[in-house]
């Protein structure tokens, strides 16, 4: 076992100490933090003043209305309604106060009004406005009846009530956090699983490989660098969930202090994932990953360069294939018969099993089967791809044919 | 364990698809000994070995090393440096060989000492934290060769070990080898190149075409397999070069070759040259090169076997491949 682990060690530091890996590891949280952070720099220069706004009424009816909407948005709002607009309109070019909005009749009638200011306002900005003006104006018009206009305005609530069949709908959160999973697991099994086949084809064609053959069996050899792989795999997407956690735990209250038209904090974080997300996304990430990488070693055994590996993966490529093409359907129609067989085709669970239990369409007996099946497999794609790793990994010059394959699989 | 052989092979046969890499193979290699596996390219030299390393599967025979067949006293008892090697490239060289000692079994902490000495004595001291790709292809043969001996193997197989070193680097690993072999290790090459074999081993086997054609103590086959030459040089008359021992005489460069009768004693001729007062310079039984006895094998072998199949491979029914 110390000679597993020492090809687990080497596979393990040779990647994390490499320039890609620093790069994509700590690249993708940059990017992520860059893109919070940079919004917040630029709000809170000249903050005073860009939030200040005087509101001209000039119907000298609706301004407090839109002044406690725009309240509600952040704005530092002065209301003046006797005040002539060419004073106004000084002081905004003086730099005193960000801007001023003018509401009349109009804005009552058709939620119009007109906003001056120095520099052009963001698209979020005019956003925000635009909609203290309607809320006021309604909020006016309505006054006397009972209607929630926060209520209203926000989408209302429809309550699903589901008589026959099994579980609950799937909510828009869900969905959503059920295909950007299936996606990201896409991405990072087909990301690792290929780096074990290039390890495997790097070996070989280095020649590398029979001195290492000397020392540990093939299956030895196979063993270590999967699993030296996917612990950098594992690394690499704790390091970027932490850092993730981090963003929504300190990076997104500052960035909701210096912007609060993007929205209310409870109400972007019930949109992101929960910890039962991160359990299924690392359990079919394990599935997922060690039975693809296992297909892609074989193939990288079985090849001598790069060139015929394209084509030698082509059928493992499918079967990541399926899944993501079917992966929309499946989200729409969770519970579908057809759903349901695909999801536990243990070459396909890694993604579709995960989608239907993280949209909680799947029940947990299902999950638990597909889990069952995926080890099953586990244990057979790699006593295969051990068999033809240890003949085909020492096979240099020519292509391997399918018949050569099958006896391989016979003799070894 | 008191197997007084370190390797030995028994009728051990390989094929692959379509010819025989190696057929019904006997070795005996004796522990202690220095010990030369020569033939042409393509010949079986590094199936032969592969197979010893329990890299390649025999289809046919046994073969029993250090006196046990276990896979594990094969890993860390015996070094091996293949014909085909290769590093890490991206590796430094110091890690490299602390993790090829590692995978047979040496701790970390000794690999990481036990190199950083042979990497003094062979002269690659400030390279060790210099990535492999920065030596040259000599000096990633000496790192090669350190990695085959770091876990102090009792058995030492060695798939041509100097073919691309330099003169200079090459009598260094050879004087290695032989101070390896003074210290009681059995040493197993592999070489086309003769000369090499005959400054070296103790013992021969020669192979061609996947067979064995000649193996023993290097002394006792050079002995057998005089062919009665004697070479001359001397000044003076030449009159009692001829007589009933000699068959013909045939002038080489600075000599005179008298080829014997089979079974004719020179002496006669010594005592014939001495009389008739010719200065003598010299007059010795010449011994065959190996060269010479391995072209004159290989090449009646290759006789023999153009009446068994053209090309000399022997072609396997493609029913029996199964």
Request: glycine share 10%.
């Amino acid at each position: 076992m110390r000679r597993v682990w020492a090809v687990i060690r080497r596979e393990y530091l040779q990647r994390v100490r490499s320039r890609w890996f620093v790069f994509a590891t700590a690249g993708v949280p940059f990017l992520l933090v860059a893109a919070t952070a940079i919004p917040v720099v630029l709000a809170s220069r000249n903050e005073a003043v860009d939030r200040t706004i005087v509101v001209l009424d000039l119907t000298g009816d609706v301004g407090p209305w839109v002044a406690r909407a725009l309240e509600e948005g952040g704005y530092v709002v002065e209301s003046a309604s006797t005040v002539a607009e060419e004073r106004v309109r000084q002081r905004v070019e003086s730099g005193e106060v960000g801007g001023y909005l003018v509401v009349d009749r109009e804005s009552l009638v058709a939620g119009h009004a007109r906003l001056v200011v120095n520099g052009s306002p963001s698209a979020l900005r005019q956003l925000g406005i635009r909609q203290a003006v309607i809320q006021a104006a309604l909020e006016h018009q309505l006054v006397g009846t009972a209607t929630d206009v926060d209520q209203m305005l926000a989408g209302g609530a429809l309550e699903v009530e589901i008589i026959a069949g099994s579980g609950g709908g799937t909510n828009v959160p869900a969905y959503a956090a059920a295909y950007a999973g299936s996606f990201a697991l896409y991405m990072v099994i087909l990301l690792y699983a290929v780096a074990v086949m290039r390890s495997v084809l790097e070996e070989k064609t280095n020649r590398v490989v029979e001195v290492i053959l000397s020392s540990l069996s093939p299956w030895q050899l196979m063993l270590g660098k999967i699993l030296g792989v996917g612990a950098v795999g594992l690394t690499q997407l704790a390091v970027w969930v932490i850092l993730g956690g981090a963003m929504v735990a300190l990076g997104l209250p500052a960035l909701l202090a210096a912007r609060p038209e993007l929205g209310e904090l409870a109400a972007i974080t019930s949109g992101l994932p929960g910890p039962s997300f991160f359990a299924y996304f690392l359990v079919f990430f394990l599935g997922g990953y060690f039975i693809f990488s296992a297909l892609y070693a074989a193939v990288g055994a079985m090849c001598t360069s790069d060139e015929e590996a394209q084509q030698a993966q082509f059928p493992v490529m499918i079967l990541i294939f399926v899944p993501v093409v079917a992966l929309v359907g499946v989200i729409e129609n969770p519970n579908a018969t057809l759903s349901v067989v695909l999801s536990l085709i243990p070459f396909f669970s890694p993604f579709l099993m995960f989608a239907r239990a993280v949209a909680g369409a799947a029940p947990f007996w299902q999950v638990a089967l597909s889990v069952a099946l995926m080890v099953l497999t586990l244990v057979g794609v790699t006593w295969i791809a051990g068999r033809i790793y240890q003949v085909g990994i020492l096979m240099t010059g020519k292509r391997l044919t399918l018949t050569e394959l099958m006896r391989w699989l016979r003799q070894a | 364990m008191t197997d007084e052989y370190a390797v030995r092979l028994e009728g051990v046969t390989k094929r692959f698809s379509g010819h025989t890499a190696v057929d019904h193979l006997d070795l005996e290699i004796p522990r202690g000994s220095i010990y030369g596996l020569l033939g042409p390219n393509g010949s079986g030299k590094t199936t032969s070995i592969r197979m010893i390393m329990g890299i390649l599967l025999p289809d046919e025979g046994r073969i029993t090393l250090l006196g046990s067949d276990l896979d594990q006293t094969r890993r860390e008892k015996v070094g091996y440096l293949p014909e085909e090697r290769g590093v890490y490239k991206k590796m430094k060289v110091l890690e490299l060989l602390v993790f090829l000692a590692e995978i047979r079994g040496i701790p970390r902490k000794v690999g990481r000492g036990r190199a950083g000495d042979w990497l003094d004595r062979l002269e690659l001291g400030d390279w060790a934290d210099r990535r492999l790709e920065d030596l040259s292809k000599g000096m990633q043969q000496k790192v090669q060769f350190i990695s085959t001996v770091l876990h102090e193997p009792d058995l030492l197989i060695l798939d041509e070990p100097f073919s691309g070193l330099d003169p200079i680097n090459q009598d260094v690993l050879e004087a290695i080898v032989l101070e390896f072999h003074r210290g009681g290790m059995t040493i197993l090459f592999s070489t086309h190149l003769m000369d090499q074999a005959e400054r070296l081993c103790e013992r021969v086997c020669l192979i061609s075409r996947a067979r064995r054609v000649l193996d023993g103590d290097l002394k006792e086959i050079k002995q057998r397999e005089r062919t009665g030459v004697v070479a001359v040089s001397f000044d003076g008359p030449d009159d009692w070069l001829a007589g009933p021992e000699v068959m013909r005489q045939e002038a080489a460069t600075g000599a005179v070759h008298l080829v014997l009768h089979k079974g004719a004693d020179p002496r006669g001729i010594l005592r014939r040259g001495v009389a008739s007062g010719a200065e003598i310079h010299r007059f010795e039984v010449v011994e065959p090169r190996l060269h010479e006895i391995f072209l004159r094998h290989v090449g009646e072998q290759a006789e023999e076997g153009s009446g068994r199949a053209a090309t000399g491979i022997v072609r396997v029914p493609v029913a029996s491949s199964r």
